[in-house]
């Protein structure tokens, strides 16, 4: 069974930076992929960020490229979100996920956190 629990969300004025941390439990970190999808209201949850099993691939949404960096610590069965530049339009539930392929298409394992919410002020 995986369980997945997100934190360091909050409120942050528009520049400033977060950082997402997510812990797994389970068997299965180190060879999942991992991600993080963010939902704002009233629309669909998109892919934001997501890393391979091994860390060497990532895939970025266009809108976050160059602000938001994913990472992950197998050993900790940890994965991070680090969020730069922050903008109004980033405010939203972030989630994490355990199992979708890296441009966020449904696989074998499929497991999601609960949220946790960012707001940016402008």
């Known amino acids: 069974q995986v369980q997945l629990v997100e934190s360091g969300g909050g409120l942050v004025q528009a520049g400033g930076s977060l950082r997402l941390s997510c812990v797994a439990s389970?068997?299965?970190?180190?060879?999942?992929?991992m991600g993080w999808y963010r939902q704002a209201p009233g629309k669909q949850r998109e892919l934001v960020a997501a890393?391979?099993?091994?860390?060497?691939?990532?895939k970025y949404a266009d809108s976050v490229k160059g602000r938001f960096t994913i990472s992950r610590e197998n050993a900790k069965k940890m994965v991070y979100l680090q969020m730069n530049s922050l903008k109004p339009e980033d405010t939203a539930v972030y989630y994490c996920?355990?199992?979708?392929?890296?441009?966020?298409?449904?696989?074998?394992?499929?497991?999601w956190g609960q949220g946790t919410q960012v707001t940016v002020s402008s």
């Open positions: 890393i391979s099993g091994g860390g060497s691939l990532t």
């Open positions: 996920n355990l199992g979708r392929s890296l441009s966020g298409g449904v696989s074998r394992y499929d497991y």
């Open positions: 389970g068997n299965i970190f180190s060879i999942a992929t």
